[in-house]
Nanobody
């Protein structure tokens, strides 16, 4: 099986920074795109940022210039560095990854359990 485990979410004051980490483990042959989504209270889940296996990144307009996504392919890990945090960044943050398992020909999407980020004074 495959597991994605996020960490790093916590309460932070406006203007502060946090770094989220998501580690994939299990029977992994290959990982394609990895990404971060978030779900604010009472709203739908939305894309925050994604990074392809070759390093090409994509960001939501609301986080451009403040958030940076990166990955360590050797560790099957994706990071989200969040700076200049705002109250509207408050949400549960989920990572996902497009993964091919050993002995399986196709890729599928896996999700982590989520980590809470709260931006408040």
């Amino acid at each position: 099986q495959v597991q994605l485990v996020e960490s790093g979410g916590e309460l932070v004051e406006p203007g502060g920074s946090l770094r989220l980490t998501c580690a994939a483990s299990g029977s992994i042959f290959s990982i394609n795109t990895m990404g971060w989504f978030r779900q604010p209270p009472g709203k739908q889940r939305e894309l925050v940022a994604s990074i392809a296996s070759g390093g090409v990144t994509n960001y939501a307009d609301s986080v451009k210039g403040r958030f940076t996504i990166s990955r360590d392919n050797a560790k099957n890990t994706v990071y989200l560095q969040m700076n200049s945090l705002k109250p509207e960044d408050t949400a549960v943050y989920y990572c996902n990854a497009v993964i091919q398992r050993f002995s399986v020909s196709s890729y599928r999407i896996y999700w982590g359990q989520g980590t809470q980020v709260t931006v408040s004074s």
